[in-house]
């Protein structure tokens, strides 16, 4: 199969992605975990996770046609990323077109109740994508899963953690969840969890099957739910992580924060406590947080496209 995506539109990808010149296409980059990391770390500090498309635009839906995402993300310029599908795809286009070995598989995500998630696990509403190195280890990467995502690729070993972002640590368990019938040890699903302190328990956030490649059909039966009757058709978010030169850190650089946009309030957590930056009261101002704050620049026309939108920002008489 071609690749979708050429080399020059791969070598933009690295460029859009400021990543370390020794990783470009011409430097013969191995295909290894030190690759793997850094565009998994640029990608997320560098693409935000974003559901612009379906609050600022006329029409309101989102295509996982993989020229348009390219276009969007890299092409146009203006600072744009996309929800869980959209990144995650166009890394997955990517990742192959460099030569990696790469398969996407839907991901069963927990509803949240004041941040915290809660209850069963809904349907595919998220994708990640399964990387083997030359190695023969096995890897996730979920670069657009939001806030609490995996700052780093995490390794496919049952209950290895790692810190993942300030007082953060995260994990993958093997286990079952509610709603299973046949518990039998083939059955076992990965669970991906995080806590925020070591004497704080365990969160589940969501559970995946590696067992299953998804195809392009799967993926636009799920986008058309979830860009249509999910949570993010009622709230616009915004999720980018911060990145910062450390000389400890792999490639000299770590993820240290995180930056995020839900509804009209921008909040900020440099890798501690999560604090308000900016409550907007128009749609201006929240047009302008974007911009300086995420570094996303909506047009005219997708700026005036929210009008008479559920989620406006309604200005008090």
Known sequence: MA????????????????????FYIGNEPILDHAFLSAIHKHMITEIPYENLLLHYSD????????????RKIILDGRGRGGYCMENSLLLTYMLRALGFQVYPVGVRVRLRKDGVPHGGFPGWVHIVNIVTLADNTRWVLDVS???????QPVPMVEGTEWRNMGTQDA??????????????????????QCRNAPDQPWASYYAFSHAVEWLAADFDVVNQATSTKSFQTTTVLVVKFLRRACAAAPGGQDVYGKRMLVDAVVKENPGGKTTVVQECATEAERVQALKEWFGIELTEEEAQSIKGHVKEIQVSA
């Open 59 to 70: 029409h309101q839906t989102i295509t996982l046609d993989p020229q348009e995402i390219y």
């Open 145 to 151: 899963f939001g806030g609490d995502g995996p700052t």
């Open 171 to 192: 994990r993958l368990i093997r286990d079952f969840i509610p709603g299973q019938t046949e518990l039998t040890a083939g059955r076992r699903l990965w669970i991906y």
């Open 3 to 22: 690749p979708v995506y050429s080399e020059a539109q791969v070598a933009k990808f690295l460029s859009h992605l400021k990543i370390p010149s020794e």
